[in-house]
């Protein structure tokens, strides 16, 4: 994580550090985004650099960070609004102020984008598997609360439904920016027809793929 000395900057200066990192990472990808053009285009020398960070990999560390804790803070209050809603509405809502966030943050959500998609990168196995702990927890935590109100089943597994959540998650959120959208993905829109992948993502965890055996099985939740 950044050194204190990166802290004690003035905040323009931090945000400008940020914003030129944000737009190197997403243009070159880690591999090859480089110390030099970042340092240049923020004018601070090479030195100060290493003041403020270890390496490439501490900045985009940090980035990734301080976005999860943008998310969060984006996301919450709408969160609030549902607290007491059942689990499948809530998943819903989480999914939904999560895509909106990326549409109001499209260069930073781009970044990460990149990151996830390198599943095989060792900087994936070191900065997304730590940061999704976090998580597990929140959805493990929320699974607990709906079973005690009896929404869910009481014999599932927290680690692994939470797992398979996050999962899913990642995956149709691939699905909508590759396949639904294309080329004609805009990260800086937020377009309706998210709302009906929304909708799949969340029918899918609550009923899964069998067919019904009997009774209404029309209810959304």
Do not use: W
Not at 25 to 39: E, L, M, P, Q, W
Not at 66 to 74: E, F, I, P, T, V
Request: with cysteine; glycine share 4%.
């Amino acid at each position: 994580m950044p050194k204190e000395t990166f802290f004690n900057l003035a905040e323009a200066k931090r945000k400008l550090i940020e914003d030129v990192a944000v737009d190197e990472f997403v243009t070159y990808g880690y591999d090859k985004a480089s110390i030099n053009r970042i340092v240049k285009s923020c004018n601070i020398a090479k030195g100060s650099f290493y003041q403020y960070f270890e390496d490439k990999k501490d900045l985009l560390k940090h980035l990734l960070t301080k976005m999860a804790q943008d998310k969060a803070k984006y996301v919450s209050p709408h969160l609030l609004k549902v607290k007491d809603a059942d689990f499948f509405t809530i998943l819903r809502e989480m999914y939904i102020l999560g895509l909106k966030f990326s549409a109001d943050n499209p260069r930073v959500a781009q970044m990460a984008n990149q990151v996830l998609k390198s599943k095989h990168h060792p900087v994936y196995q070191e900065i997304v598997n730590a940061n999704m702990e976090a998580v597990y927890t929140y959805l493990s935590n929320l699974l607990k609360h709906s079973i005690a109100k009896g929404e869910l089943r009481p014999d599932i597994d927290l680690r692994f439904v939470s797992y398979i959540i996050s999962a899913i998650n990642l995956a149709t959120v691939e699905y909508y920016f590759d396949i639904v959208k294309g080329k004609e993905v805009n990260m800086g829109s937020f377009d309706e027809d998210i709302i009906d992948i929304a909708n799949m993502f969340v029918d899918f965890i609550k009923k899964g793929i069998a067919k019904p055996t009997g009774g209404n099985d029309n209810d959304q939740g």
